[in-house]
């Protein structure tokens, strides 16, 4: 999605508009996320740029878009400019940690009520 935003409509109340933005934010990012993902990817990852021009547009995290929003608004501007493009995500291994003082198993160490441990 590569869109401008109005930030001001006539006849709506302008905190309106800014939660009519978000939510169709919001919206898109569940409908890329329902869609099918293609083989060998994990997950829907997103690219993000924000700005008040196409030109002045930055990169930024999904999570950031509704303060940054919010931020623009609050400085008077009538228009942004979001765009956001789906990319395939991968999910990177944990790292394998092994701890000597913390019992590999729970189940290893558990005893029944009323089962003395044999020594």
Avoid: N, W
Wanted: glycine share 6%; charged share 30%.
């Amino acid at each position: 999605m590569k869109k401008t935003f109005s930030l001001t409509l006539a006849g709506r109340h302008p905190d309106r508009v800014l939660d009519a933005l978000k939510h169709e934010i919001r919206q898109y990012f569940k409908r890329e996320r329902r869609k099918p993902l293609p083989e060998g990817v994990d997950f829907q990852d997103f690219a993000c740029r924000f700005g008040l021009t196409e030109d002045s547009a930055g990169a930024t995290t999904e999570q950031e878009l509704a303060r940054q929003i919010d931020t623009a608004a609050a400085q008077g501007a009538t228009h942004v400019y979001i765009e956001i493009l789906v990319k395939p995500g991968h999910r990177k291994p944990r790292p394998v940690t092994h701890d000597a003082a913390a019992p590999a198993d729970a189940s290893d160490t558990a005893q029944a009520p009323g089962e003395a441990a044999a020594k």
